[in-house]
C-alpha cells in the first residue's frame, strides 16, 4: 500500500511538473506573440509617424520611395480612408495584390478601429489583431501616416494609413523553437483531439477561433525522474527496509492491541457476566424476600390458628376440668355425706353390737378407722380438687395473656407446660386416692362379708366408696388425655416458634 501511495504520489509529481512546464511553454507562446504584436505596432508607428512618409504618400504616390523606404521582410500595404489599396509591398517576387483581396476582414476592422481625424499624434494608440492573411492566420497592426515634427504641417484631406502584416509562418515558429526550446511548433485550423496536446488558440477580434498553435509536449518530469531514478531506487530500498522495521514493529504494537482488545472483551465478558450474575441475584433475593414475607404471612396465619387452636383446646380443658372437677367433687361431697351417714349408722350398728362380741368391737374399731383414712383422703381430694380448680383458672388466664401478647407465646407455653404438670400431679394424686380408696372400699367389702349380717350397711358404702373411686380413676386418665392434648399443641407452638425464628435468620 505504502509502495502504491509513493509510486501515486511520484506520477502525481510528475503530472504536476510537466502541467507546470506545460503551462509555462504555454505562457512563453502567448508572450512571444503578444511581443511579436507589439513590435509589429511599434513598426506601424515608425513607418507611419514620418514626415517624408507625409511628403511621399499623400497627393501623387511617390511609388519608387515607399518602394526603398517601405520595402522589407513583412507585407506592407498603404492604404486610403474607404480601404482602397495605394501601394502594396510583398517581401516575396510575388505579384503584389490589394488588402482587400488578401485579407477582407482585417480591412473592415481597420477601417472600424482607425481614426478618421487625429488631432494629437502623440496621444494617438495603436493596436494590433489576428485575423486571416490569404487563408492563414497573422499579425495586424495599422496607423494614419502623420508627420513626425510638430512643424511640420498635417496633410489636408482624407488620411491615408500604414498596414503591417506579419504572418505566423514557419520562421516565426522556427525562431520560437530555438528561443524557447519546444520542437514541432505547427499552425493548424483545427484542435487536435488529444487533450493533453499544448495548444495556444488565435482568436480575431470577431471571437472566431482563426487556428491553433500546437507544439511537442515537454516533459521535464519524465527527464527530472529518469535522472533521479537511482536515487529513488536507494530510497525505495531504504524506504523497504524502513517500511519492514516499522511493519514488524506495527505488528508487534497489533498484537499487543489485539491481546489488549482480547483482555478488555474478557474483561467485558466478566463485567456483563457479574453484571447478569448480580441481576441474578437480585432477583432471586426479591424472590426470596417475597417467599420468606409469603411464608411469613402463612406462618402468621398458621401461627394464630395455633393459637387460637391452642386457646380453644385450653378453653376446652378448662371448662372439660372444670366441669369434670365440679361433678367429681359434687359427687365426692355427695359420696364422703353418704359415706358419713353410712359411717355414722356403721358406728351406731357396731355401737349396738359392741355388747355382742370384743371381736366385732375390733372390727368396728378398724372400720372406724378406715372410715376416718376414708375422711382423710376425701379432704384430701377435696384440696386437689380445689388445686385443680385454681390451677384451672390459672391456665384460662395464662392463655387469655397469651392471645393478647403474641411476643409471650413461649413463656406462656412454658407456664402452661408447667400447669399441666400440676394438674397431672393433681391428677396422679387423685388417681392415687382413687387406688387407695378402692383399696379400703376393697378391705371394708371383706370384713363387711366377714360381719354378715352386721355389716350389710358398711358393705353398702364400701361399694359406693368403690364406684366413687373408679370414677375418680375415669376423670383422671379423661385428664390425663387432655393433658396429652394440651401437651401436644404446646409442642407444636414451640415447633413452630423455632421453625419461625430458623427461617428469619435465614432470611436474614
Known sequence: MTFVTCSLLVSVLISRTNQA???????????ALNREASSLRDAARDYAFWDDAVNHLYGAIDREWAASNFGGALPLYVIEEKGGTIFAWQPTKAIPSSLALDAPAALKHLRRTLPAQVEDPTKLELSSFIELYRGRPALFAGAPILPFSASQPKPVGPLRYVVIVRPLDESLFNSWEEAFELADIQLETAARSDEFSPVHTLVSPSGLELGHIHWAPVLPGIEVFKNLAWILVCAGFLFTLFFLAVSHSMLRSHNSLLEGQRQAEQISGERESARLAEQEARRQAEQAREQIAALARREAREQEQHREGLRQAAQEVADLLAESVGDLSTSLLRQADQLEASA???LNALARQLAGTELVRDRSHASAQAVHKIEIHVQDLSAAIGQI??????????MEKTEAEAQAVMSANNELQREIEAIDLATRAIRQIASQTNMLALNATIEAARELGAGAGFAVVAGEIKILANRAGDMAAQIEKRIDAV???GSSITSLRECQDFRVRAGG
Not at 21 to 31: N, Q, W, Y
Not at 389 to 398: F, M
Open 344 to 346: 355414722q349408722d356403721t
Open 487 to 489: 401437651n401436644m399443641s
Open 389 to 398: 380448680r385454681t390451677q384451672s383458672v390459672a391456665t384460662q388466664e395464662t
Open 21 to 31: 512546464a506545460a503551462l509555462e511553454k504555454t505562457r512563453m507562446v502567448s508572450g
